[in-house]
């Protein structure tokens, strides 16, 4: 079974619309969560951590299950520069490696 | 001023040849790592170094060895290229070990293109 798992998509949503990612993630000892962002033919970039409590950075809504062992993120208002690739990433209590996702690809439609 | 910069951006060879990647960070990160990103867009870690220390050392052909000359560099050299190795590679770097804390910083990438 895949470290983290994330649904590809494609998710075409038109300007203004909300739309929500989920993250399923195999092993109860993740203790790190992040959402990455990586555009077409770039790096990825840290979008942001996410805290068992939930954590907000403007639009963006990122939130924890341990429970369930998954995360989310959810974009509210969104625009066209939010086209990109979102990929959930992990981190085990003892780990010194990050687990990627393969990415759920977002295309924002004006 | 570029936070982890690799060099070349682009890598076009024949199979068989030997080349290396090199790269840099000036953030004062202590842990540096290099990822391989494949057609279906999937990162792999490969190597991971701290303070010029191999910490990870996954699956990856010995044909493929990383050299750290200092925290601040860690260069990719691959022998005998073959046509699987055509990939993305990334290379990352963090303030703690593993990117608990605060997460990676990554380069550009190097796209290499094996003919």
């Known amino acids: 079974r895949k470290e983290v798992e994330q649904d590809p998509g494609p998710f075409n949503v038109p300007e203004g619309a909300t739309v929500a990612f989920n993250c399923t993630y195999s092993?109860?000892?993740?203790?790190?969560f992040f959402w990455y962002r990586q555009d077409c033919r770039k790096e990825p970039k840290l979008l942001m951590s996410?805290?068992?409590s939930g954590n907000e950075d403007g639009r963006f809504t990122a939130q924890l299950n341990r429970a369930s062992q998954y995360i989310s993120l959810l974009i509210r208002d969104s625009k066209l520069s939010d086209s990109a690739t979102y990929l959930c990433?992990?981190?085990?209590?003892?780990?010194?490696?990050?687990?990627f996702g393969t990415g759920t690809s977002l295309t924002v439609i004006p | 001023d570029t936070a982890v910069s690799q060099t070349p951006k682009y890598l076009v060879t024949q199979m068989g040849n030997d080349k290396s990647i090199k790269c840099e960070q000036n953030?004062?990160?202590?842990?540096m790592y290099w990822y391989k990103q494949d057609s279906k867009k999937f990162l792999k870690i490969m190597f991971s170094y701290n303070n010029k220390e191999l910490i990870i050392n996954e699956t990856v052909p010995n044909r493929f060895s990383p050299k750290s000359p200092d925290k601040a560099h860690l260069n990719l050299h691959i022998n005998s290229l073959e046509l699987g190795d055509s990939a993305v590679y990334f290379c990352a770097s963090s303030q703690d070990l593993g990117g608990r804390a605060y997460g990676y910083t990554f380069g550009s990438g190097t796209r290499l293109t094996v003919v």
């Open positions: 990433v992990v981190n085990r209590r003892s780990g010194n490696q990050f687990y």
């Open positions: 092993n109860s000892a993740s203790q790190s």
């Open positions: 996410v805290y068992s």
């Open positions: 953030l004062g990160h202590d842990t």
